[in-house]
């Protein structure tokens, strides 16, 4: 009956939004956000367009970095050029950014300040080094009083080769898309947010990152130790990378 009672309401989600208009509209400096872009806008069938600086963030990325800065201090937003499509005449944007600074880049605080997203749903998705999906969505929220800033998507930008497989999922579970998914398995053998596998996680890291350094007293124990650091900083890395995953996706507290 569950099972049912939850395929009717994706059958309505879907039909609702088949009736209404999406534009996927996306800032890329690198192209990675734009394959992610493309990737939304083919599940999704919708319009697409790119925004564009009317000076250009060129150079390598420490000369992009440093601009982005200047901007972000000085409050001087980038000049864009005009878009084509009219935000008006959608009821769903999708909107994707890299994360520039633990936010959205600079060119979207350009578009926030200048358009209109009053009633409008906004679904903000986002390619990053180190995360920034949950901070990014809470600037959108701020910015953007008046539109419906809905649940995101954020992906690495080493692992974008994935993002077609979970986009899939997102824009299902979600409601943009037909179709079921599979439950995914819960980690550690837990439900996702469960305290124990939290409290586990944080253990772990504060054991691996206090590790005591001892003296060196002979070469053969220096490579027992060196071998030892290095299985730990593997351990740490993974550890952290599984934290910082539940914590992008909602399922446990920062």
Same mark, same amino acid.
């Given at each position: 009956m569950k099972k049912l009672l939850l395929s009717l309401v994706a059958m309505v989600a879907a039909t609702t939004l088949s009736a209404q208009k999406v534009l996927v509209l996306y800032y890329s400096e690198t192209g990675t956000t734009k394959t992610v872009a493309l990737e939304m806008q083919k599940q999704l069938g919708a319009d697409l367009e790119a925004i564009e600086a009317v000076e250009p963030y060129t150079g390598n990325f420490q000369e992009t970095m440093q601009r982005g800065q200047r901007e972000m201090k000085s409050g001087q937003t980038p000049a864009l050029k005009p878009l084509k499509k009219k935000i008006a005449d959608y009821d769903i944007i999708f909107l994707g950014y890299p994360i520039w600074f633990g936010t959205y880049a600079m060119p979207i605080a350009t578009l926030v300040k200048q358009q209109s997203f009053a009633g409008k749903k906004v679904v903000p998705f986002c390619t990053f080094g180190s995360g920034g999906l949950n901070t990014s969505t809470e600037a959108l929220k701020k910015a953007l009083p008046k539109a419906q800033i809905q649940t995101g998507y954020g992906v690495r930008t080493?692992?974008?080769?994935?993002?077609? =497989?979970?986009?899939?999922?997102?824009? =299902?579970?979600?409601?943009? =898309? =037909?179709?079921t998914v599979k439950k995914l398995p819960p980690l550690f053998g837990t439900k996702?947010?469960?305290?124990?596998?939290e409290s586990h996680l944080r253990y772990r890291l504060?054991?691996?990152?206090?590790?005591?350094?001892?003296?060196?007293?002979s070469r053969q124990a220096h490579h027992a130790r060196r071998h030892r650091l290095q299985v730990h900083r593997q351990e740490w890395r993974r550890v952290h990378h599984h934290l910082r995953y539940r914590r992008e996706r909602g399922w446990c507290q920062a």
């Open positions: 080493a692992r974008v080769a994935a993002a077609p =497989k979970e986009i899939d999922r997102f824009l =299902k579970e979600n409601g943009y =898309k =037909k179709g996702a947010c469960d305290q124990r596998g504060l054991q691996l990152s206090v590790s005591p350094r001892h003296t060196l007293d």
